[in-house]
């Protein structure tokens, strides 16, 4: 019987130095290699999807839902209920210190669409909640079309995770874009490309989650908000 090799490679491991042979040795770094060109060329694409600036909107769905977290971003919504583009308007994830009173003096020269089409969303705290309230809040209306109202960067994220829980509704994007952001791109500001960043990362954690999840089923208890008007 011919003795066996101690030089020979026994699964890509050179016996001599317990190394990995060339060929491994080069996979070994191509993959990590190419899966840092994949993420980096993911966040490029995501970032040219997300609006530098504000278009002509002319639009008309059967609610309008805002997202909070941007001070324009409900002043944005209001103005689109008051030009008809929606029937109602909820606010979802407000804080527990703020009600309608509040928002409405705030807004004074809409005040009175806070009195007949606003309702307000106090348990979402994070974009997932926002998704489940706005789910509730469709079903219970019978909406069949939304504009979804929140920042540029938030908006794939936001349009992923309500889309999953209203897979038959038809949602309709009205970015809200910072000054800074039209001021500059994302790339000259350290702060811009943190939060795009963040975003990018959060999009692909919520992608995948939602990759692995049943969407709900038709049915769900009726939305009760806690301030409907």
């Not at 504000?54 to 209001?78: M, N, P, Y």
């Not at 209920?81 to 807004?107: E, F, K, W, Y």
Request: hydrophobic share 45%; charged share 20%; glycine share 8%.
């Amino acid at each position: 019987m011919e003795a066996a090799n101690p030089h020979s490679s026994v699964n890509g491991i050179d016996g001599r130095r317990g190394r990995l042979t060339p060929r491994l040795a080069k996979i070994a770094v191509a993959v990590p290699l190419l899966a840092v060109a994949a993420m980096v060329a993911g966040f490029l694409c995501f970032t040219s999807t997300i609006a530098s600036k504000e278009t002509q909107f002319d639009a008309t769905a059967d609610g309008i839902v805002v997202l909070t977290g941007g001070a324009s971003r409900i002043d944005d919504a209001v103005e689109l209920l008051a030009s008809g583009r929606g029937q109602r308007l909820l606010i979802t994830g407000v804080a527990p210190t703020t009600n309608i009173a509040d928002l409405a003096h705030r807004l004074r020269e809409r005040e009175h669409w806070f009195g007949c089409c606003v309702d307000l969303d106090y348990s979402a705290v994070n974009t997932i909640g926002n998704a489940v309230e706005t789910r509730r809040w469709v079903l219970d209306r019978g909406f069949r079309s939304i504009v979804v109202v929140t920042s540029s960067y938030h908006m794939p994220r936001a349009m992923l995770e309500i889309g999953h829980r209203l897979p038959g509704v038809t949602l309709i994007p009205f970015p809200v874009v910072t000054e800074q952001r039209r001021a500059e791109p994302w790339w000259t500001s350290a702060a811009s490309a943190k939060v795009l960043v963040s975003e990018y990362l959060k999009y692909i954690v919520a992608a995948a989650r939602i990759g692995f999840d049943q969407p709900p089923g038709p049915t769900e208890t009726a939305y009760r908000s806690r301030a409907r008007i």
